[in-house]
Each structure stands twice: as structure tokens, then as C-alpha cells.
């Protein structure tokens, strides 16, 4: 089969059995990059106790998987031209599962955090690659119908990844958080060779090499050297240097190559930034990123450090954010058409901070999980009605070739924050932790071998308060957050004002 027929792709009228396949193909992709993103958390406290790491280290499992979503995201709209789009899809594919077969057997840290980055090299170009085979074969008048399908994966996996990782890792194996990727991706491939239609590579625009070449080892050199310098609380040692000032340079030398003259085609085109509603929202996308996916990475540790709950019961607990999207992520898109997503923007932070506020506040060794629940629903509601309308707000008043760019550069951005969140905010809390007189999370824990019951409610203790004060970081990033949202616009402009296709919009990833 080589697709939908010609009529179909024209557009118009419900959803043919062509399309239903593609979509069916696309969401199969969809559900392995996008569960992988959520399941790995709640096993972090295994696979730190397994291979013996320390939460600074073993959280690059996370980070390094999202650095390299970032890594390959510029260069998925050049090979989809030069290749092809079935061709990229199938070579993403390819790679993810190659990587989660690899992880699987993974014998260190330093082994699974290397076939990690090999999974995201992968996992970035999946949705991108999956959104545009799609939308090509729905047509245009098709697009909203095809992406509610889509969604679907979208939505649920914040809430299926953490309980479907915490029953693996339970009473199965945590190597099988990464192997059940395996047969998902390869009926992925096979339906994908039969049904996807054959490519028609055309001529592509010429990559930027030099940029790539400066920004994505850039980017990972200097979070790598700043997680190390706060890790070890020494920022003079010769590693952390070398890789802090070259990575610092090379991101600098990057800024330099993009705005040069001369320069027609960068990797991300950073005049784009200078208009206030794209700078405003990748401001506003930035710190909420860093503060929201750094809170919910050590959400589940507390659980199992501190409740002792296992690893399937705190991926149940973690649902309540999946389903507080649910709910407002469609309610958040219609509002942002009628009101401008400068409004929908505020009322979401505002949200997610009342939602982090209970976490910095009440998490306590006996705090009530009705209450945790609700702030965690709280958080979800937030979040909906926060990430796509900022995206929207960078988008709606550029011009329809200015779109594609723009859309890159925030994809990138959203990426690069959630890994900085994620490593910062797990940094801090080993910081806690020692502060306070504890080994970190994966470190041996000493002491007598039978503790009293007051010594063991003496450590709880000393360990909820290293989650609370790591909370109130990821509050006070999200309060700053407030002041370019403050920029961003209060209105929506009529559709011949506004270039930013629907069709690009709705292409936009969620972390």
C-alpha cells in the first residue's frame, strides 16, 4: 500500500481508511517517543541504587535523552526534504529502538546515559517527521480531525508513562523500560514500509553544518560543566572549566554565525527573537521548562525516598498531572483563539504556581496524598493552559515562511530549558541532601543497621525538608516567568493578519 489516494490528501470530508492507517502509524511513533519521555522517571531511584550513581549522575538519563531531542530537531526539516519523509520516519524509528535495545543491556551509568542520547538522536525527528506525513496526507481542511488522534498519545502519556514504567520496573525488570519499545518499533517499521506512501526527495536547502557543529556540542558542554561545578560545589576544578567556558564559547560563536550578514540560512534564525512576542514567549517557555519538568523529575523520588512507596504506586500518584492537562489543554487552545494568549498565559502560571506553592509548603513525611493529588492536578491544569498558547504567542504574528524557523528555534529552546531544569533542579537537591547531613539518593547509606524509630523519623524528616526547599526553586523560576509573559499579547489577530499557518502550529511538540 503507498498511501492515501490523491482525493484524500485534496482534503475535505471525514477521515478515509488511508488516512486512519497513517494516523494509526504515526501514533504508534508517537507513543514510543512520548512515553519514553515520561516512564524513565519514576525508575531513576532504581537505576541510581542499581549502578550505584548518585541522583546528579544518573539524572543525565533524562537530561542526555533531551539534549539530544534538541540536538536533531533543526535538522529534521532538511532531511525530511532531502530524503524523504517515509525514509526519516523509518531511520528515527530505526535508531529508537536500537538505542532502547541498547539501554536494556546497559551495564553502568555511563553506558545507559550514552545509549540514551543514541534513543533521542532518534526520538527528536519522530513526531516532526510523523506531524508532516500526516498533515500531507489529511490536506489541509483535514488537519484539526487527523490531530485529534494524534493528541491522543499526547495526553495520555503523562499519565500512563509513570505508572506503566513504576509496574515494569516493579515486577518485571527495569531493563524492560526500554526493551518494550522493541516490538512497538518494529510493527511500527513494518506497517510503516507497507502503508506509508514512497518519498519524492526534492532539492533541500543546504544545512548549516558550522551551526550545528557549534551549537549542539555547545549547548551539552556547558550544561554538562555547570551540573558538574554545582554537583561536586567547586566550579575551579579543570573539568568543569574546560567544559563550561568551551561550551560557553562555542554557544557564543554560534549567536556570532547566526546573525552575521551574509548568513541566509542558520540553523535557527535568531532575528526572529528580536520581535517582542517571540522573545516574550521563549522567555515565558524557558523558566516555566525549567521550573515545571525539574519539579515533576523529583516528584516520584519523593515518594519512594520518603513514603516508601514502590515504583508502580508512585506512578499511579503521579497521574493527577496527566489528567489536569486533559482537561485544559483544549479548553486553553479555544481560549487563545477568542482572548489572545497573553491572558490564557498568566492564568495558567498563576495555576502551576498555586500547584508548586503545595509542594513547597506541605510536602511533608506524612502530608495527606489528597492533598498532593490535588496540587499535582492543580500543576496539570496549569500546564495546559500555559505551553501551547506561549507557543502560539511566538507564532501568531510571523509571516507564513517565517513559521517553520521560528517553530525550530522554540522547539530547541523547550528542549535545551527542560534538560537545564531537570539537571539544576536535581543538583539542588543533592545539595539539600548533604546539607542536611544525608547521603544523596543512590549513595550508600550508612548508620546502625536497625535505627530506632525516632532516628528513622529524624532522617524522613531532614529528607522532606530537602524536597521542600527544593521546591521553592521551581516556584521562584516560575514567579520570574511572570515578567515576559507580562509582554505577550493580549489579543488575537485576524487570520489575514496573522502569517503563522494552522498547520505549523499544530505541529509543535510537547516535552
Not at 19 to 24: E, F, H, R
Not at 37 to 63: C, G, M, R, Y
Not at 139 to 148: A, D, L, N, Y
Not at 197 to 205: C, L
Request: hydrophobic fraction near 50%.
Amino acid at each position: 500500500m503507498d498511501g492515501p489516494p490523491p482525493e484524500a490528501a485534496a482534503g475535505g470530508g471525514g477521515l478515509d481508511r488511508g488516512v486512519i492507517a497513517v494516523a494509526m502509524v504515526v501514533v504508534l511513533g508517537a507513543i514510543m517517543s512520548i512515553l519514553d519521555v515520561t516512564v524513565v522517571n519514576v525508575a531513576l531511584k532504581d537505576l541510581s541504587q542499581t549502578f550505584h550513581s548518585p541522583l546528579e549522575t544518573i539524572q543525565w538519563v533524562a537530561t542526555g535523552y533531551t539534549l539530544a531531542l534538541a540536538t536533531v530537531i533543526p535538522v529534521t526539516g532538511w532531511a525530511s526534504a532531502r530524503f524523504g519523509t517515509k525514509r526519516l520516519y523509518m531511520t528515527s524509528i530505526a535508531l529508537f529502538v536500537i538505542g532502547s535495545a541498547l539501554a536494556g543491556m546497559a551495564w553502568s551509568a555511563e553506558s545507559l546515559i550514552a545509549f540514551r542520547v543514541l534513543q533521542g538522536l532518534g526520538g527528536g525527528m519522530i513526531m516532526p517527521a510523523g506531524m508532516t506525513i500526516l498533515t500531507q496526507a489529511a490536506g489541509p481542511k483535514r488537519v484539526g480531525q487527523v490531530m485529534s488522534i494524534v493528541g491522543i498519545p499526547m495526553l495520555l502519556g503523562p499519565i500512563l508513562g509513570p505508572i506503566i514504567g513504576g509496574w515494569l520496573v516493579d515486577d518485571v525488570s527495569w531493563h524492560w523500560i526500554f526493551y518494550i519499545n522493541v516490538p512497538i518499533g518494529a510493527l511500527a517499521l513494518v506497517l510503516s514500509a507497507r502503508i506509508l506512501k514512497r518519498d519524492e526527495p526534492r532539492p533541500a536547502e543546504r544545512l548549516d553544518f558550522v551551526g550545528l557543529a557549534l551549537l549542539s556540542p555547545g549547548l551539552a558542554a556547558l550544561i554538562y560543566g555547570l551540573a558538574t561545578g554545582a554537583q561536586n560545589q567547586d566550579f575551579g576544578r579543570p573539568d568543569v572549566l574546560v567544559a563550561a567556558i568551551g561550551g560557553a564559547f562555542l554557544v557564543i560563536a554560534f549567536v556570532w554565525h547566526a546573525l552575521r550578514r551574509g548568513n541566509t540560512n542558520p540553523l535557527i534564525d535568531l532575528r526572529l527573537f528580536r520581535r517582542r512576542s517571540v522573545a516574550a514567549a521563549s522567555g515565558t517557555m524557558v523558566l516555566f521548562a525549567c521550573a515545571f519538568f525539574g519539579a515533576m523529575l523529583i516528584l516520584p523520588l519523593y515518594y519512594q525516598s520518603v513514603r516508601m512507596e514502590s515504583a508502580f504506586s508512585s506512578g499511579l500518584l503521579l497521574a493527577p498531572q496527566g489528567l489536569g492537562a486533559m482537561v485544559t489543554m483544549p479548553i486553553g487552545g479555544k481560549l487563545t483563539d477568542r482572548l489572545g494568549p497573553g491572558r490564557v498565559v498568566l492564568v495558567g502560571l498563576a495555576v502551576v504556581v498555586v500547584g508548586v506553592a503545595g509542594f513547597a509548603t506541605q510536602i511533608t513525611p506524612d502530608a495527606s496524598y489528597w492533598l498532593l493529588g490535588s496540587a499535582l492536578f492543580v500543576m496539570g491544569l496549569g500546564m495546559g493552559m500555559t505551553m501551547m498558547p506561549a507557543m502560539s504567542a511566538a507564532l501568531q504574528t510571523l509571516q507564513h515562511d517565517e513559521v517553520p524557523r521560528a517553530s525550530t528555534g522554540l522547539n530547541i529552546l523547550q528542549q535545551v530549558a527542560g534538560s537545564v531544569g531537570t539537571a539544576f533542579i536535581a543538583v539542588l537537591l543533592a545539595s539539600q541532601f548533604r546539607s542536611q547531613g544525608l547521603p544523596a539518593v543512590g549513595e550508600a547509606q550508612s548508620g546502625p543497621a536497625n535505627p530506632s524509630p525516632e532516628v528513622i523519623a529524624q532522617v524522613v524528616k531532614k529528607m522532606s525538608d530537602a524536597f521542600q526547599h527544593t521546591y521553592w526553586w521551581s516556584l521562584a523560576l516560575l514567579v520570574l516567568a511572570f515578567i515576559p509573559a507580562l509582554v505577550l499579547p493580549r489579543h488575537r489577530p485576524d487570520a489575514a493578519e496573522s502569517g503563522a499557518d494552522p498547520v505549523e502550529m499544530q505541529k509543535m511538540p510537547i516535552h
